[in-house]
């Protein structure tokens, strides 16, 4: 699962090595064909050795992270707000105890052969911290994380892989 979380917060952090029109070898560009032909306008990055297809799929931005021999590594659907989850995850989040709080994005992971996740980042009022709120398909927390400074996310970054190495 500190994987999953380290892998998310690479995604959703900023990174400063990230390049833009970079070379795709063929083997990710012919993966990433196969999976999503009707594609034609992806933009693409690297990041930590992987390589990133972003491109707008039923109006949300998608990002489709591959390794470098083809393999499709997790892909992420930023849906922004919370009207736009699974009634199961946004009733059991309105149910929860933190659903006073402001909700700053809201996000669908799906990996190979895992479950698909879904992530809501929780402001918390007066304070520099948030939360990590980590959902299954059926509505269930499966896991809640602090996140120091919350608003400035490399620091999260960095703490949640510093703490993860340890």
């Known amino acids: 699962m500190k994987e999953i979380k380290i892998l998310f917060f690479m995604i959703m952090c900023t990174i400063a090595n990230v390049s833009f029109a970079i070379e795709v070898p063929s083997e990710v560009a012919n993966a ?29 931005e998608t990002k489709v992270w591959f390794d470098a021999q083809g393999n499709w590594v997790m892909e992420q659907i930023d849906w922004q707000s919370l009207s736009e989850a699974p009634s199961a995850i946004f009733n059991a989040f309105s149910q929860g105890q933190y659903a006073s709080n402001e909700v700053q994005d809201v996000v669908k992971i799906q990996y190979p052969q895992q479950d698909t996740l879904i992530a809501i980042l929780v402001a918390m009022p007066n304070e520099e911290n948030g939360y990590m709120l980590l959902y299954n398909e059926r509505g269930e927390l499966i896991d809640s994380n602090e996140l120091p400074n919350f608003n400035n996310c490399l620091g999260a970054c960095y703490m949640l892989q510093t703490t993860t190495d340890q």
Do not use: C, I, L, M
């Open 32 to 60: 990433f064909k196969k999976v999503f032909p009707n594609v034609t306008d992806a933009a693409w990055s690297s990041d930590e050795g992987y390589y990133v297809a972003t491109f707008t799929q039923d109006a949300f």
